[in-house]
């Protein structure tokens, strides 16, 4: 049986304070190093074939990685922070990228990996109906880390849309490349499960050990 593709796509905040106390530089290195196990996780389902690209978000949206690109050529060019926290505009974006099509109708519910330090500095809430509004956003996979105590992290519950999930809090760099590797590895098993119904959110539970340390920095 042909392998159904399974979408992933980070969307990372990118702004300026991002590069305050060495949080892109960590967020750069923390998803180089989970890109092997990212890779091992999908080989174990040969079911599903993962695609991974990126949207990087500050003064506005772009792709960082636009072609979905198969996990096992995948790697890592670095983002850079410029500018403010327009993540309204990147789940518009990605909500383009989650219409039928380019989406393909059998495929497994898409990733949606969101990484934020912040407040966002536009309308937010228009990007989120714009995922909802599409048949693949409501399916999706959603994951969030907030970076820090300044992140918002109500804000980053609603993306979740599930009033039992939190997002993932990272305060130091340990915690940060946990989180980063768990949305790598157990929720793309998750998402690449083989289930009888996808027209629901699925959503899965955020159960990482971050540990607590006493010199949290951010």
């Known amino acids: 049986m042909a392998s159904r593709p399974a979408h992933f796509i980070w969307m990372l905040d ?34 599903a074939s993962l695609l991974v690209r990126a949207i990087s978000f500050a003064s506005g949206a772009s792709w ?18 410029y500018g403010a926290t327009d993540m309204g505009a990147a789940f518009r974006m990605a909500a383009a990228a989650l219409q039928t099509p380019p989406m393909p109708q059998r495929a497994l519910p898409p990733v949606l990996a969101l990484v ?6 536009d309308d937010w809430r228009s990007g989120l109906r714009a995922i909802d ?30 009033p039992e999930l939190e997002p993932l809090l990272a305060k130091n760099p340990r915690q940060l490349a946990a989180a980063i590797r768990w949305m790598s590895t157990a929720v793309v098993k998750e998402a690449s499960a083989p289930r009888i119904e996808d027209t629901t959110t699925t959503n899965v539970s955020p159960v990482v050990p971050l540990t607590k340390d006493e010199n949290d920095i951010w």
């Open 14 to 47: 990118c702004s300026g304070s991002m590069g305050v106390n060495g949080k892109i530089g960590e967020l750069n290195f923390a998803i180089r190093e989970a890109i092997p196990e990212m890779q091992q996780a999908a080989q174990s389902n040969p079911a």
């Open 133 to 162: 509004d599409t048949p693949w956003g409501k399916r999706a996979v959603r994951v969030a880390v907030a970076i820090g105590d300044d992140a918002d992290k109500s804000m980053l519950k609603e993306f979740l849309g599930n």
């Open 64 to 81: 960082h990685i636009q072609e979905p690109t198969p996990v096992d050529r995948f790697t890592w060019d670095d983002v850079h922070t």
């Open 116 to 121: 934020s330090d912040g407040q966002p500095t």
